[in-house]
């Protein structure tokens, strides 16, 4: 039986058994009537917006939300499973022993220790306090807050227990004096210690300054301790500058956990925008190409770098897909006028029709009614004339509905050419715009596609990485636009040389990576020296005038249990090794 039939049967027996007609029991006749066991199906809506409404205050719930998500996005029960059953055990597990901790707490807060006063403690202590309005944040940092002390009373009481060292005499006889607390070691004398505070002091401004933006307070302690550090000279300014540095220290370890977890946060609301964007949009072919970039950016170390590029990328596919739709937009439009002509036609034609049916009755009226011959002649010469009339606007309207169903076929394929064109501009977002060639992104896919390809059939695999010989001596002397068009070049010539199933990427600048699948690494090094012979071959042109461009290649091949990073940075460091051997040469790593 076919699903018609067993459709048809199914709603047949729930007539017969006067069984409601309800989603649960048709599916379940469904399966018995066709002999076949029936899947749950996966409520991946429902869970979402379940999930979308539990609480992310604190750090343990953000990590069950995040858990719970990853499970509903791989539609994965046992996943899901999973994460109830850890939030169970979590909440069954024994709660915090509040009270042991506030007994450590109190006494550690009053006991004496190098370097931490009650007051320096209570600040400290103030400052989680403050900081954590979570229970369970706050446990933790508590907890850390007296593993320090701790480790500091620690150091303190070895510090007093050990005894005390001879005094050894110079040649003179002198005893030198034992330090005391009051008067701390100097620091070596030189250069040395003032240079380490300046170094200290650009640390606090260049970097540490601009980490603390967004806290004002920080920032401007941070300003004064570079102060303080430039201005330190004696051995007691200078102890006075540690014990700062190690207070700020503290501080800023908690002004760095909040920022880590602010930064999760907000890369969590950007997953669930971008999810919802996914569950609105019926059609998302055209920002899958722009979602899976900006995923794969934010799982990764941000870099400014490769924000500018993924945003210049982004801006050139925007442009392209907003006159794509236009153009599509008037596509839809002519189609729309197309229709509505053929509606109104239609209606024409059915009123003309309608008018020769009453004529025809009006002349069959006459008929019966004629008394001679010479009436019967009149009316058949007007139903004649009716007939014809009727005829030549059917044949009129047939071809104009014949014309306007090619102009429709014509607009379908428009629209349905530029639907493609949109597709396709989204993906754009995977190549160089420059060269076509793939970029990192677009790079990284190929390359874990090869490696499992690799693996599985138990292959080789072959990476070349090649740099442009004094590229930044051609970009000087003959200008930027001129270095582009020869990275175009390279891109063609290397892109033509190499093999159909070969894939070449841009690394990077100058740089350039050939994926050479089912090719021994002796094999991969002839085939960039050929690509090297092709490249002297085919000069590359400024005003008709010949530039010869070379390369320097490393190849490497990839190991059985080795990663592709690995395997690339082998490559790259045989690039190198052939850049100092004299260039325009492929080295193996």
């Known amino acids: 039986m076919n699903p018609f039939e067993i459709a048809r049967e199914t709603l047949k027996r729930l007539a017969q058994q006067r069984t409601p007609p ?18 749950e199906t996966f409520p991946e809506k429902s869970f979402k917006a379940l999930a979308g409404s539990l609480p992310r205050g604190t750090p343990e719930q953000l990590r069950f939300a995040r858990q719970l998500d990853g499970a509903i996005g791989d539609r994965n029960w046992d996943g899901l499973k999973s994460a109830l059953a850890d939030l169970l055990n979590k909440h069954a597990a024994e709660p915090p022993n509040w009270s042991a901790l506030i007994r450590d707490l109190v006494l550690r807060l009053e006991a004496r220790q190098a370097d931490l006063t009650p007051a320096r403690k209570r600040e400290a202590l103030d400052h989680v306090l403050s900081s954590s309005t979570a229970p369970d944040l706050l446990y ?35 005893v030198p004096p034992a330090p005391t607390s009051a008067s701390p070691a100097a620091p070596p004398a030189g250069n040395t210690t003032a240079d380490l505070l300046d170094l200290l002091a650009q640390l606090l401004e260049t970097a540490i300054g601009i980490v603390l933006a967004d806290s004002p307070e920080m920032a401007a302690e941070a300003a004064r301790l570079a102060q303080a550090a430039r201005s330190a000279r004696s051995p007691a300014e200078i102890a006075a500058l540690i014990a700062e540095m190690k207070r700020f220290g503290y501080r800023l370890h908690f002004v760095a956990e909040d920022q880590a977890e602010l930064r999760a946060s907000l890369l969590h609301l950007l997953h669930l925008v971008i999810d919802n964007i996914n569950e609105l949009v019926i059609d998302d072919q055209w920002l899958q190409g722009q979602i899976a970039t900006v995923l794969e950016l934010f799982g990764q170390p941000l870099n400014l770098r490769q924000l500018d590029e993924v945003e210049r990328r982004m801006k050139d596919v925007i442009y392209k897909q907003s006159a794509l739709k236009k153009s599509l937009t008037d596509a839809q439009d002519q189609l729309k006028a197309m229709l509505a002509t053929f509606v109104d036609r239609l209606a024409g034609f059915s009123a003309s029709t309608g008018n020769y049916h009453d004529k025809i009755e009006q002349c069959a009226d006459k008929i019966s009614k004629a008394s001679d011959i010479s009436e019967l002649t009149a009316v058949l010469d007007e139903v004649m004339h009716e007939t014809r009339a009727v005829q030549l606007d059917a044949q009129r309207t047939h071809d104009e509905l014949q014309e306007m169903r090619k102009k429709v076929e014509a607009a379908e ?19 160089d715009p420059l060269t076509g060639a793939l970029n990192r992104k677009g790079m990284d896919d190929a390359l874990d596609t090869e490696v499992a390809r690799t693996k599985r059939h138990g292959s080789q695999l072959c990476l070349a990485l090649l740099d442009i010989d004094n590229f930044k001596k051609l970009n000087d002397s003959l200008g930027h636009a001129v270095g582009d068009a020869a990275l175009v070049h390279l891109a063609k010539v290397v892109g033509e040389t190499i093999r159909p199933e070969d894939t070449l990427a841009r690394y990077g600048g100058e740089e350039f990576v050939v994926l050479l699948p089912n090719t021994a690494l002796e094999d991969a090094i002839t085939a960039m020296t050929r690509v090297q012979r ?56």
Not at 22 to 39: C, K, M, Q, W
Not at 158 to 174: C, K, W
Not at 413 to 430: C, F, I, K, N, T
Request: charged fraction near 25%; proline fraction near 3%; glycine fraction near 8%.
């Open 140 to 174: 933790t940092r508590l907890q850390g807050l007296l593993k320090n002390w701790a480790q500091g009373g620690a150091l303190e009481t070895a510090t007093e227990a050990a005894p005390p060292a001879e005094t050894a005499a110079d040649s003179s006889g002198a």
């Open 22 to 39: 309800t989603p649960d029991n048709y599916r379940s006749l469904y399966y018995e009537i066709a002999g076949t066991v029936e899947h």
């Open 413 to 431: 394929s428009e629209v349905a050419r530029l639907q493609q064109e949109l597709a396709s501009a989204s993906e754009l977002v995977r190549h």
């Open 534 to 589: 092709e490249l002297t071959r085919r000069f590359f042109l400024h005003n008709n005038d010949k530039v010869l461009i070379t390369f320097s290649c490393g190849v490497a091949e990839l190991g059985a249990d080795e990663t592709a990073p690995a395997a690339l940075q082998r490559a790259d460091k045989a690039m190198y090794l052939a850049k100092r051997a004299g260039k325009n040469r492929v080295l193996a790593g």
